[in-house]
């Protein structure tokens, strides 16, 4: 005769049933994922010159994008040349040690970068950075 285990009707199952919590886990990774495009602010392309560069401390940075298209962009706000002194100027009387960083495409031609340039030091720019990315061999 074989001896069959009985199995004890009031034994209760300690094990834990993890494939509900692992599904709930990858939804919300998955959203996340999915989301975390939208939470930056407006990507704007802008084709940079090459040069020798170094990393800068961004703290009190204020990002002045000058596009192909002649859009001027700052803090994700278009404006019109006419208006950055007047918008920047209470920018800049805020923050003594702030550097205006313009990110001017590079088929712009240099005068009208220059203009751009007169009007961000016209509004009071502690300091101007002009933005560029490294040559290709420096990566």
């Not at 703290?59 to 950055?84: A, F, P, Q, S």
């Not at 502690?126 to 290709?136: G, Q, V, Y």
Request: proline share 6%; net charge negative; hydrophobic share 45%.
């Amino acid at each position: 005769m074989v001896a069959r285990k009985k199995k004890n009707k009031l034994a209760v199952d300690t094990r834990v049933n993890v494939v509900p919590i692992i599904n709930v886990s990858l939804v919300v990774v998955l959203t996340l994922m999915m989301i975390a495009p939208f939470l930056t602010g407006e990507e704007v392309d802008v084709d940079l010159p090459e040069a020798n560069s170094s990393q800068a401390d961004d703290t009190d940075n204020i990002e002045v994008v000058y596009t192909h298209d002649r859009r001027i962009i700052v803090e994700d706000n278009e404006m019109l040349l006419e208006d950055v002194p007047e918008i920047l100027g209470p920018v800049f009387e805020g923050m003594p040690h702030g550097v205006a960083v313009v990110k001017a495409d590079q088929n712009l031609p240099y005068g009208e970068v220059e203009t751009l340039i007169a009007a961000v030091e016209h509004a009071g720019a502690p300091r101007i950075a002009l933005a560029t990315r490294p040559k290709e061999g420096q990566r």
